[in-house]
């Protein structure tokens, strides 16, 4: 650019400052009319898109394959995950299956609801899909459990299950399991906590099949719900996860003991928008408040104060006038432009004001400080507000859309705010004029602080020299967090049940998803995923058809006449005998086996046990109901033995089966409308783990290039916005290179990018050692810093050339001033995203922080160092 261009751009500042001048009230009423339907159109028109897909480009790849995969599976996109655990199996059953039957109910919220793992088919057929010598281990428990069983049927209630312990421990009844600990034990653990106001049902599955304890983390239901959203609100799927958070309340009250969180894709996102768009609100407000703090401390002038915001509420305004005009939407990230102009748009009309006040504090009249303030400024702050932009509008062309629509309106946002300072700002202090102000000294640092970047010149230079080789080392350490679930709150139900999810082999959602053509290709495909070191298992429709029915249906047969009809009796309620009775009765007996020591139980639990019951007995009869409390006892220990014997029965009527009679709310799942048929594949390690989730993807891959699902789209949306980063930094890198050769000077444009370059370099080096790596939030920060920060370049190599007054330096000229307090309002802005509960964004807060700082010491310290300028006299 000429200087015939620049003086041009000058005159024309300057004419439009006069007529500013000349009719300030008519301007401030059009503005102010502008602005008010600027505001009703925005309400109207600004919608909000939150669908996170759209984030990137959908042309890429990765975005191809997962559009074809839930087209073919359209229940699996989108999900909620209900994650129901319990620590015995069946409350996570029972609670799973009134959780199905409140949510089918419900189709104008849902789509789809179905558990992977129990169905009617599966709760039919599940003796099948044990293994084989499982089963027959299984049989032998049963066989041994079927006379205990038997009694039960015939005395079901809780004294006919003491005498039968109590003949049992006395060698009285050998058809019944020699090993009584196990129902000893439980038995105790009831009386206890029944006695204690806690409920601890006994899980008869336990005894009857396993035989042993186990985490609860074992008793676990997955039931997915696909919830039907509407992307032009705020918060798309609230009415959904409201009837959620509901029916959980519901079913927790009514079964203590039972845990239902939400997760999954929709219910993360839901909370990440509920996070933003109150930490939004706050950041927003808590930087308003700090950049007011800023405004009164460096302008010390109340209608300076107020004039200034104005013009930034104007602009702010306008702004969002201009988002809803170009876009039309704001994402969740674009959203936050208000942030980033609150930030950036309040710095040119500090420098106006600070110059205006210099000149007044000089004694020129108002209009001639107003005039001088525009003339001298106008085509830096121009030059800053393009620079600024250009940091912006680079990442417009990027694939990551998210962010091009935010650097559209942020960039457009620049120019406005650059145009309501130099119209409505003259316009507002021609209105207010600042008489008479006291002179305010630009900096109260002693000489040899304000000297000190031209007094040790050359140690700046070579210092600055090491840190940036130095921060090169650090940052070849850089690395970029590809998991957008690291963005979000740590310690949101959401984040801490996906967490959790991820470290199962059975239940992680970080699943790949394949697709062929047909059953034989997926099976062939399935064959050559299997034997990856990273994967655990693979599934298709084809896994669901049991292998050696034959003989598995030989065994179970052989249980079904060896219980005949005695599970039918199970059906009944509970009967209510004299418990009181036959706890006492049972402590007769214990004291009996402990005495002829019969060996079949512990000694020392049965003493226990013994004094547990004793204990129970006086807090039962000291109750104001004592019936109740026995009734509750009875309950708890035979209250889930009905669930159970059904659970066996349906089990026990298992029947043969091919590929062609599995049911439809089965097969839906695997082979699409389409004749798509889908391969599961999930992972081998915990992909909390960065590492384990690059290699799984890597792995499966290289098998299949086209294989789709969350670990998938968490890689490629990293390489994407990695790519779109390095095209932004590259295109405002060499845009404002290029754009600084108005200069006039090679020299000079290399005097204004290096401090900058340096404080990338630093900046990234800090990071590196505070362990805030790259996210999809926060890479957008060095482009904006070299945008930014290269307005106080510009400022302060203009200050340097048109020289000081004598016994002036640089630090204590209003142009320094401008540039620290502008600097500090945008810390202060970026600062305030730090705190936010997101953590995406606040290491967005905290990279720009961090940069902004080095920024203004590398402006003010370095950037002199290395001009040549002298000491002035």
């Known amino acids: 650019m000429s200087s015939q261009t620049t003086s041009r751009i000058n005159r024309f500042i300057c004419w439009c400052g006069n007529i500013m001048l000349r009719f300030p009230w008519l301007l401030v009423l059009l503005a102010t009319l502008a602005c008010a339907a600027g505001l009703h159109y925005t309400i109207n028109n600004l919608g909000v898109n939150t669908d996170t897909s759209e984030l990137l480009s959908p042309d890429l790849p990765f975005q191809q394959n997962r559009f074809r995969w839930e087209k073919a599976f359209p229940q699996d996109a989108g999900t909620i995950l209900f994650v129901v655990e319990a620590p015995i199996p069946e409350l996570s059953a029972i609670a799973a299956r009134r959780l199905i039957k409140i949510l089918h109910g419900q189709d104008q919220l849902f789509d789809y609801v179905y558990i992977n793992d129990d169905n009617a088919f599966f709760q039919q057929q599940g003796f099948l899909y044990l293994d084989l010598n499982a089963l027959e281990d299984l049989s032998v428990k049963l066989s041994d459990a079927q006379p205990f069983?038997?009694?039960?049927?015939?005395?079901?209630?809780?004294?006919?299950?003491?005498?039968?312990?109590?003949?049992?421990?006395?060698?009285?009844?050998?058809?019944?399991?020699?090993?009584?600990?196990?129902?000893?034990?439980?038995?105790?653990?009831?009386?206890?906590?029944?006695?204690?106001?806690?409920?601890?049902?006994?899980?008869?599955?336990?005894?009857?099949?396993?035989?042993?304890?186990?985490?609860?983390?074992?008793?676990?239901?997955?039931?997915?719900?696909?919830?039907?959203?509407?992307?032009?609100?705020?918060?798309?799927?609230?009415?959904?996860?409201?009837?959620?958070?509901?029916?959980?309340?519901?079913?927790?009250?009514?079964?203590?003991?039972?845990?239902?969180?939400?997760?999954?894709?929709?219910?993360?996102?839901?909370?990440?928008?509920?996070?933003?768009?109150?930490?939004?609100?706050?950041?927003?407000?808590?930087?308003?408040?700090?950049?007011?703090?800023?405004?009164?401390?460096?302008?010390?002038?109340?209608?300076?104060?107020?004039?200034?915001?104005?013009?930034?509420?104007?602009?702010?305004?306008?702004?969002?006038?201009?988002?809803?005009?170009?876009?039309?939407?704001?994402?969740?990230?674009?959203?936050?432009?208000?942030?980033?102009?609150?930030?950036?748009?309040?710095?040119?009309?500090?420098?106006?004001?600070l110059r205006y006040r210099e000149c007044r504090e000089h004694h020129e009249t108002n209009v001639a400080a107003i005039r001088e303030s525009i003339q001298s400024l106008g085509f830096s702050l121009f030059l800053c507000a393009l620079t600024t932009s250009i940091g912006f509008f680079a990442f417009v062309p990027t694939d990551y859309k998210g962010v091009s629509e935010l650097g559209l309106i942020s960039g457009g946002g620049m120019f406005i705010g650059l145009l309501i300072s130099l119209t409505i700002l003259p316009a507002l202090l021609q209105i207010m004029p600042v008489n008479n102000p006291r002179h305010l000294q630009a900096t109260r640092l002693p000489d040899f602080i304000c000297t000190f970047p031209f007094h040790h010149a050359t140690g700046i230079r070579i210092v600055s020299i090491l840190l940036a080789f130095a921060s090169i080392f650090f940052l070849s350490k850089l690395s970029f967090d590809s998991n957008p679930v690291n963005l979000r709150n740590p310690h949101s139900e959401s984040v801490m049940a996906f967490r959790d999810l991820l470290q199962s082999k059975d239940d992680s959602p970080f699943v790949l998803i394949s697709l062929a053509n047909d059953l034989q290709a997926a099976e062939q495909l399935a064959e050559r995923l299997q034997v990856l070191p990273a994967v655990d298992k693979t599934i298709t429709l084809q896994s669901f058809v049991a292998e050696h029915q034959e003989q598995k249906l030989d065994i179970i047969d052989e249980l079904g006449l060896i219980f005949g009809t005695q599970l039918e009796q199970f059906n009944r309620p509970l009967r209510h005998a004299d418990t009181r009775q036959a706890l006492v009765t049972l402590q007769a007996d214990i004291t009996a086996a402990l005495e002829n020591a019969t060996g079949n139980a512990d000694q020392e639990l049965l003493h226990k046990l013994y004094s547990d019951i004793g204990q129970y007995i006086v807090f039962a009869d000291a109750a104001e109901q004592p019936k109740d409390q026995y009734r509750l006892l009875d309950d708890n220990i035979l209250g889930l033995l009905p669930f159970t014997m059904q659970q066996l029965s349906r089990h026990l009527s298992a029947y043969a089966f091919t590929l062609k009679d599995l049911p439809g709310y089965l097969t839906m799942h695997w082979v699409s409308t389409s004749g798509l048929y889908k391969i599961t594949?999930?992972?081998?390690?915990?992909?909390?783990?960065?590492?384990?989730?690059?290699?799984?993807?890597?792995?499966?891959?290289?098998?299949?290039?086209?294989?789709?699902?969350?670990?998938?789209?968490?890689?490629?949306?990293?390489?994407?916005?990695?790519?779109?980063?390095?095209?932004?930094?590259?295109?405002?890198?060499?845009?404002?290179?290029?754009?600084?050769?108005?200069?006039?000077?090679?020299?000079?444009?290399?005097?204004?990018?290096?401090?900058?370059?340096?404080?990338?370099?630093?900046?990234?080096?800090?990071?590196?050692?505070?362990?805030?790596?790259?996210?999809?939030?926060?890479?957008?920060?060095?482009?904006?810093?070299?945008?930014?920060?290269?307005?106080?370049?510009?400022?302060?190599?203009?200050?340097?050339?048109?020289?000081?007054?004598?016994?002036?330096?640089?630090?204590?000229?209003?142009?320094?001033?401008?540039?620290?307090?502008?600097?500090?309002?945008?810390?202060?802005?970026?600062?305030?995203?730090?705190?936010?509960?997101?953590?995406?964004?606040?290491?967005?807060?905290?990279?720009?922080?961090?940069?902004?700082?080095?920024?203004?010491?590398?402006?003010?310290?370095?950037?002199?160092a290395f001009s040549g300028h002298k000491i002035p006299l």
């Open 149 to 353: 069983i038997g009694y039960l049927a015939q005395n079901y209630h809780l004294a006919g299950l003491l005498e039968m312990i109590g003949k049992a421990l006395n060698d009285q009844e050998n058809d019944l399991p020699t090993d009584l600990n196990p129902l000893l034990r439980k038995i105790d653990q009831s009386i206890v906590s029944v006695q204690s106001g806690q409920n601890h049902p006994l899980s008869w599955q336990q005894l009857l099949t396993i035989g042993d304890d186990r985490s609860a983390q074992h008793y676990r239901h997955i039931v997915s719900a696909k919830p039907k959203v509407d992307f032009q609100k705020l918060l798309p799927a609230e009415h959904a996860l409201d009837f959620a958070h509901a029916a959980i309340h519901q079913i927790e009250s009514g079964l203590p003991g039972v845990s239902i969180r939400l997760t999954g894709e929709k219910a993360l996102e839901q909370e990440e928008l509920e996070t933003l768009a109150n930490d939004t609100v706050y950041a927003g407000l808590g930087a308003l408040l700090l950049i007011l703090i800023m405004l009164v401390i460096g302008l010390r002038s109340l209608k300076l104060v107020f004039a200034t915001l104005i013009v930034l509420i104007m602009g702010l305004i306008l702004t969002a006038t201009y988002a809803a005009l170009v876009v039309g939407h704001l994402n969740v990230l674009s959203v936050a432009f208000a942030v980033l102009y609150i930030g950036l748009g309040v710095d040119f009309a500090i420098h106006i004001c």
């Open 681 to 864: 594949i999930t992972p081998l390690q915990d992909l909390n783990s960065p590492a384990n989730l690059r290699e799984f993807v890597r792995q499966v891959q290289s098998i299949d290039a086209s294989a789709t699902g969350l670990p998938v789209g968490d890689i490629e949306s990293g390489k994407a916005v990695v790519r779109a980063f390095i095209q932004a930094f590259s295109a405002a890198l060499i845009l404002i290179t290029l754009l600084l050769i108005i200069l006039r000077s090679i020299g000079n444009t290399l005097l204004v990018i290096w401090p900058l370059l340096l404080a990338g370099l630093l900046t990234g080096a800090l990071n590196v050692i505070l362990d805030n790596p790259f996210n999809f939030a926060n890479i957008i920060a060095l482009p904006l810093l070299m945008g930014m920060g290269v307005d106080s370049g510009i400022h302060i190599m203009h200050r340097l050339h048109a020289g000081f007054k004598k016994g002036e330096h640089l630090l204590q000229t209003s142009t320094a001033r401008g540039v620290f307090f502008s600097s500090l309002t945008t810390l202060c802005s970026f600062t305030s995203l730090a705190f936010t509960a997101h953590a995406g964004i606040a290491s967005m807060g905290l990279l720009l922080a961090i940069g902004i700082t080095f920024t203004l010491i590398c402006t003010l310290i370095v950037l002199p």
